[in-house]
């Protein structure tokens, strides 16, 4: 009896732990299965080969070539490229008495904790690592030194290079930012800078710098997911070991760092490392220092081109792409910059409240108007020079009265070289409605060899109390070639009209619709310089006739009315360039949704525009994005489209060929092939796809599309998310693929993003060679079987206490419109397809996500989309990432106005949009997304958390509705439009076939689960046999 | 008539069923939550807590009771990571704090203490003869 109920403990203990085990490998089934990209990519395996069926008889299937034989090859000229870009980007802001370049024969010694710490990139999307299994190099500042001859002072680093001084002090990796995906109510509150205080240098250490060139490294760092704040305090280790008035000004140990390298050296030089200008007017008159240089994040090969710069092998010819205020803070968009709350946000406890899910607890008020960057310090410049609209008032300004030398250290623009440059305009024609052309002598009048930047800026003319407009703004520019000295270039610049136009939302066209780009009647003011304030000074010169109130920020700056054109348009035109553009963003001014909330910055009066709008409670209207409620299904049958219906066709059928058989594109968007070919995709397909694209664009089947692969990001693909080229491939591309590489390769696990960050590349004003980075970038693609890459950052340096500057190019959006546009012609020349991010208005980290971002229609166009608006209207962008936040209380990514109305009507944009990665926030819901023309979601495994749940779940819905069906079938065609543009087509023709396998993992679960559950079946049969016959027994025995 | 007593696996079950309620209030701090995780945990407190009230009356069927339990409990385990893959990836990359995790893992903790308990008791009777 007790021997048959010990063992039916024993069946029932084993079913128990074999039962379990079963619950565990079913719900361990569902995590791989969603999750199958990774892992199969992980562990070098795919649920799907491509097979030939052509007989034997191949045809060239590989529509992008690689220029290079190997990726050897393409590795080396990536490194290289990434040299060039970091010694052209690099930014001579002073050098007095040639302090610069330093003669390698002379010892250096670095001073500061940071040069042994730089940062190289940002962090998360801009990471910077590398590979030393693939014998892949990190190029420190020390190393990089060291490899171009430089000697160095070995004490010194000596003193710096331990574990215990960085432990004290230090930041780990050139980072002490914090990212943090999480909600914030208030700002970050900590930021260590990373410099060690003045008595760690023993008079020995002070001995061994005497008499050698001090390199003084300033650093700050960059990341996503978080912000610098004015107020942050500095905490190193939880304890404060340094001060500062502000994260963006020297700190004091900084300060008694610079004052001991100035006793003990024969000069000293300032080296910049810092995305994010900080505050460095005091080493700008401080007659010791001998030169400052600026480097930004210059990424893992960058210092080696920064060493050439001080070595004098290469001449530097950057130019800022930041203004380097005297203050961090005092630019406008400062006052409303941070953490601000709904009066009725969800820890409120009042009224109509927000929930945690809504995502909407925050606001931001871009107060600024047009007035970002130099547009602010410029104009307010001209306005003070010519005594009007209280520009010299103590509003705003730093100290009792605004005065132009007291608020800029180096203006937008600024940079110089070790030789001279005399640079003369020739001439400027206009062509409203086509391209424009200026063309510039540039002579070398020194004796070193260089490039040299001519600026092309113009200014607008502006009628007192009308449209706001910037006193000068950017046009566009061209780079010289190596000019020896004595030599001379005409540069030749083409410009297009539309990109100094202003938008005026009170417009009324012909056609009766309201706002519109204008050009007004008046003389425009075209100016080359060095420099956004030297072309003003050179405007105000041609302008007034006169010098004598003009101000020039550093001795190297001069002014000449002659390099100055006017150019006079007798008519104000509204219709050029406003076909199909009416407004659509009159819902970002919280003025037009709760009246008089916001004092705008303007040009009719400078003491406006200082106010903090510090609390804001939502109008019912405003309510409606803030609850999500962008699309709401109905029942529409109209035009059902079809799906699922049987077809010949497969992706590969929309590429066209010459006579030769060579590629030459795909089947017009407009044909009806692709309706022909989307017909065959089923709704379930459908709904995959776009519920579930982004890292992967899922596999449609039915027309013969495989998964696509898209990563971050700028540097290039970053190595937390494809660690290496041969992630993607699986042993079945070995014979389809040229450009397979496989984990043996002694490359494979090389990290891809090599290039230096996007300021500093902007910093080169050389779309040649940013084109060229672009090229490069889409060569990984092809070695590394990734057809899409987020890339270029183009949001706005709105303020400098944004740490996400490091992924954008400038705070001026011609400049980035260039740069983006260039970047995405070279990534698109190889077939990858660039996919810039974030559309729209993520001007900063902090609550990113589902930020209310408000601001002018104006100011929205005439920056933030004009950065986007190249790109996307020459359609080299193939496809766009939206934001996380929210343009006014509507999700970015589900804001009709913004993707459909002014992306597709106005811009023509023919790419795809995915939104950002999707975690769980109801706000950026699948639902809002395809229904307003967002295009596809980019979701992680927190998808399902939101209210709405997935989009597979509300299949009854979307089948009842026409439209949202119609939206979605557009979405997948840009999408398919694009993925046949790219490299995603290499390797399959009208004889290959997709054939899906079962991976062995999927083979391994399934044996596990069959095994487990036949256990977990044998042992409750016995479990329950024993206690039916111990029941029987004891019947008997009764 | 025989007269049942309750067993030592009803009272295991029972601590079981306090760290699955443990557990169930700690997931509320876990960053990214299944709700179906909360229906598991409460699940098994409940079946510990009827087969407390049928030990005596069916004993039979009450010493299966731990085995759903542990069942429920290993589910509320594997689901419970399922959003949070996710998050647990960003913090090995070192994107974010560990902060950002640890409830989860306190969670689990205490699901999987209450799954080993709900194991042994499988093991033990619920109800039996006096």
Request: aromatic share 10%.
């Amino acid at each position: 009896m007790n021997t048959q109920k010990r063992s039916t403990g024993l069946w029932r203990g084993l079913t128990a732990i074999f039962a379990s085990l079963l619950a565990l490998v079913v719900g361990a089934q569902s995590i791989v299965q969603a999750n199958a990209s990774f892992i199969n990519g992980q562990l070098g395996i795919t649920n799907y080969k491509i097979v030939d069926k052509s007989d034997g008889e191949k045809t060239d299937s590989i529509y992008y070539k690689s220029e290079f034989s190997s990726l050897a090859d393409l590795v080396e000229a990536k490194n290289a490229l990434a040299e060039e870009i970091a010694s052209e980007g690099t930014v001579l802001l002073k050098n007095n008495d040639q302090a610069l370049p330093i003669d390698t024969a002379e010892t250096v010694t670095l001073w500061g904790l940071n040069s042994v710490h730089p940062t190289l990139g940002g962090m998360i999307g801009s990471s910077v690592s590398v590979s030393a299994d693939a014998g892949q190099v990190q190029w420190s500042l020390v190393s990089s030194l060291k490899e171009k001859g430089f000697k160095l002072n070995e004490q010194m680093i000596k003193l710096y290079d331990t574990d215990d001084m960085t432990k004290s002090y230090g930041r780990k990796n050139g980072h002490s930012l914090t990212p943090s995906f999480g909600k914030m109510y208030e700002n970050a509150s900590k930021y260590n800078v990373g410099e060690a205080p003045a008595d760690i240098y023993t008079d020995d250490i002070l001995a061994s710098a005497d008499g050698t060139v001090a390199l003084v490294v300033l650093s700050r760092d960059s990341s996503e997911a978080a912000d610098y704040n004015p107020v942050m305090e500095n905490i190193a280790n939880k304890q404060t070991t340094d001060t500062y008035e502000r994260p963006l000004a020297l700190s004091a140990n900084e300060q008694a760092m610079i004052a001991l390298a100035k006793e003990h050296s024969t000069k000293v030089i300032v080296l910049i490392n810092a995305n994010n200008p900080i505050e460095i007017e005091e080493l700008k008159n401080d007659d010791a220092i001998g030169a400052i240089v600026w480097c930004g994040e210059p990424g893992m090969n960058g210092f080696l081109g920064v060493a050439d710069v001080l070595s004098g092998a290469v001449n530097p010819s950057g130019h800022l792409t930041d203004t380097y205020a005297v203050s961090s803070v005092s630019a406008p968009a400062m006052v409303n910059f941070g953490v601000y709350l709904y009066t009725n946000n969800s820890k409120s406890g009042k009224g109509d409240m927000l929930t945690e899910n809504n995502k909407g607890d925050w606001y931001l008020v871009e107060t600024e108007s047009i007035y970002n960057g130099y547009k602010y310090y410029e104009t307010r410049y001209e306005d003070a020079v010519l005594g009007q609209a209280n520009a010299d008032s103590a509003a705003g300004a730093i100290g009792d009265g605004w005065v132009y030398e007291d608020e800029v250290s180096y203006p937008f623009g600024y940079g110089l070289s070790y030789t001279t440059f005399e640079q003369k305009l020739n001439s400027v024609e206009v062509n409203v409605g086509g391209v424009g052309t200026a063309k510039a002598t540039v002579t070398n009048t020194g004796d070193v060899a260089g490039k040299s930047v001519v600026q092309l800026y113009v200014q607008a003319p502006y009628k007192a109390g009308g449209l706001e407009k910037s006193a000068i703004q950017l046009v566009a520019f061209g780079k010289t070639g190596v000019l020896e000295p004595g030599a001379s270039e005409e540069v030749t610049i083409e410009f297009d009209p539309a990109y100094f136009a202003s938008y005026d939302e009170n417009a009324v066209k012909e056609n009766g619709t309201q706002g519109a780009w204008v050009l007004e009647d008046g003389d425009y003011y075209f100016a080359i310089g060095n420099g956004a304030h030297e072309a003003l000074n050179n405007v105000l010169a041609k302008k007034t006739g006169s010098e004598d109130k003009l101000v020039m920020t550093a001795d190297t700056e001069s002014i000449n009315a002659d390099n100055a054109i006017v150019w006079n348009l007798d008519k104000t035109d509204i219709e050029t360039y406003s076909v199909n553009v009416e407004n659509q963003l009159q819902d970002m001014d919280i003025n037009k949704l709760i009246e008089g909330t916001a004092e705008y910055t303007t040009r009719s009066d400078w003491t406006k525009g200082w106010k903090t709008i510090e609390t804001l409670t939502p109008t019912d209207a405003m309510m409606v994005g803030l609850r999500d409620q962008l699309y709401t299904f109905t029942e529409n049958d109209e035009d059902m489209p079809t799906w699922g219906q049987s077809g010949p066709y497969k992706i590969v059928d929309a590429l066209t060929f010459d006579e030769n058989d060579k590629p030459t594109g795909v089947i017009a968007f407009d044909d009806p092939f692709w309706d022909e070919l989307l017909n065959q995709v089923t709704l379930d397909e459908a709904i995959n796809f776009v519920a579930n694209t982004g890292d992967d664009l899922e596999n449609l089947d039915s027309i013969q599309l495989a998964k696509v692969y898209a990563n971050d990001g700028p540097l290039g693909y970053t190595g937390d998310q494809v660690g290496g080229y041969f992630v993607r491939w699986t042993a079945n591309d070995k014979d389809v693929n040229p450009y397979y590489t496989p984990e043996t390769d002694p490359l494979a696990t090389y990290r891809m993003a090599a290039m230096p960050t996007e300021p500093m590349v902007a910093a080169t004003y050389n779309k040649e060679l940013v084109e060229r980075e672009g090229e490069l970038l889409g060569e990984d693609g092809l070695y590394s079987k990734e057809s899409a890459i987020f890339a270029p950052g183009l949001n706005l340096h709105r303020t400098v206490y944004c740490a996400r500057n490091h992924e954008y190019y400038s705070e001026d959006s011609v400049l980035m419109a260039y740069m983006g546009n260039a970047v995405c012609t070279g990534l698109q020349s190889k077939g990858t397809m660039a996919e810039p991010k974030h559309f729209a208005f993520n001007a900063q980290e902090s609550n990113r996500s589902g930020l209310s971002t408000f601001m002018t229609e104006q100011a929205a166009r005439e920056n933030e989309l004009r950065g986007f608006q190249m790109c996307m209207s020459n359609n080299t962008a193939q496809g766009v990432m939206t934001a996380f936040n929210r343009a006014g209380t509507s999700y970015s990514g589900g804001y009709r106005s913004l993707v459909t109305n002014i992306a597709r009507n106005e811009w023509g944009y023919m790419g795809w949009f995915v939104t950002d990665m999707i975690n769980g926030a109801d706000y950026m819901n699948w639902r809002d997304v395809v229904g307003n023309g967002g295009g596809g979601c980019l979701t992680s495994s927190a998808y399902d958390t939101s209210d709405i749940g997935a989009m597979a779940n509300s299949k009854s819905l979307i089948e009842k509705d026409a439209n949202f069906q119609k939206e979605m079938k557009q979405s997948l065609k840009y999408f398919v439009y694009n993925i046949a543009q790219s490299n995603a087509m290499n390797g399959i023709s009208s004889t290959t076939e997709i054939v899906y396998v079962r991976t062995w993992v999927d083979n391994a679960i399934l044996g596990a689960e069959i095994c487990l559950g036949i256990l977990t079946a044998l042992f409750l049969i016995l479990s329950i046999r024993n206690d039916v016959l111990s029941g029987k027994k004891k019947a008997k025995e009764n | 008539m025989e007269k049942n007593k309750i067993g030592f696996g009803a009272y295991m079950a029972i601590v079981a069923g306090i760290l699955a309620i443990v557990a169930c209030v700690l997931y509320r701090t876990v960053m990214y939550q299944f709700k179906p995780v909360y229906y598991m945990l409460i699940g098994a407190a409940v079946v510990a807590v009827l087969g407390l009230l049928l030990a005596k009356a069916l004993p039979k069927f009450a010493n299966y009771f731990p085995v759903c339990m542990s069942v429920l409990l290993f589910s509320a385990i594997v689901w419970g990571s399922m959003l949070m893959v996710n998050q647990i990836g960003y913090v090995i990359a070192g994107l974010d704090g560990v902060e950002t995790i640890m409830s989860y893992f306190i969670f689990a903790g205490f699901t999987l203490a209450a799954g080993v308990v709900a194991l042994v008791a499988s093991f033990l009777p619920v109800g039996q003869k006096a």
